[in-house]
T-cell receptor, first 115, second 113 residues
Framework: GENVEQHPSTLSVQEGDSAVIKCTYS??????FPWYKQELGKRPQLIID?????GEKKDQRIAVTLNKTAKHFSLHITETQPEDSAVYFC??????????????FGKGNQVVVIP | NAGVTQTPKFRILKIGQSMTLQCAQD?????MYWYRQDPGMGLKLIYY???????DKGEVPNGYNVSRSTTEDFPLRLELAAPSQTSVYFC????????????FGPGTRLTVL
């Protein structure tokens, strides 16, 4: 099945700086790539997702870029704020009919924004 | 809409006891999931369901059972609890399988002593 890896495991940034988290995936058939944010003690919530027919998607201070050739996608957070401190999970899945199309999650990145 | 709800929020079990974690959603989603999240780790799929009466195993199904008698409810049963089942359990639902947003419940923190 799909294998998703995230790097770095922990990222500390100064408030106002940018943060970038990278994920790699193993199956070239994967076509859906969401990012979830989990604040301490809370449930994971979707913050942005991208499909393989586009290379970049933005939503205010967050963006996701996709490199299908290299099989990696990245989350970019600009002008970081203390409320961006959380664990971020990337995930990948493929369309039905391409084998196991479960959503495969990475292990998560801890982002700490230092005021 | 309440979204996805879970009960209880916390539970302590003794080794060998059994319990059922409740999950309900009011979004009319066909797809529902149970995950466990161990400290510092990601989400591991225990079981999932593609509709009422249809369930299937995920990555880590041993020690658990599920049923899906209605679209709304997807309970997770733990039989003969073991310390290795100490974890936070999340239920989730989605409109499609793997290709759309999964909505998570608030989680159940389970400790087995």
């Amino acid at each position: 099945g799909e294998n998703v890896e995230q790097h770095p495991s922990t990222l500390s940034v100064q408030e106002g700086d940018s943060a970038v988290i990278k994920c790699t995936y193993s199956d070239s058939a994967s076509n859906y790539f969401p990012w979830y944010k989990q604040e301490l003690g809370k449930r994971p919530q979707l913050i942005i997702d991208i499909r393989s027919n586009v290379g970049e998607k933005k939503d205010q201070r967050i963006a996701v870029t996709l490199n299908k050739t290299a099989k990696h996608f990245s989350l970019h957070i600009t002008e970081t704020q203390p409320e961006d401190s959380a664990v971020y999970f990337c995930a990948a899945s493929m369309e039905a009919g391409y084998g196991n199309n479960r959503l495969a999650f990475g292990k998560g990145n801890q982002v700490v924004v230092i005021p | 809409n309440a979204g996805v709800t879970q009960t209880p929020k916390f539970r302590i079990l003794k080794i060998g006891q059994s319990m059922t974690l409740q999950c309900a959603q009011d979004m009319n989603h066909n797809y529902m999931y149970w995950y466990r999240q161990d400290p510092g780790m990601g989400l591991k799929l225990i079981y999932y369901s593609v509709g009422a009466g249809i369930t299937d195993k995920g990555e880590v199904p041993n020690g658990y059972n599920v049923s899906r008698s209605t679209t709304e409810d997807f309970p997770l049963r733990l039989e003969l609890a073991a310390p290795s089942q100490t974890s936070v359990y999340f239920c989730a639902s989605s409109y499609s399988f793997g290709q759309n947003e999964q909505f998570f419940g608030p989680g159940t923190r389970l400790t087995v002593l």
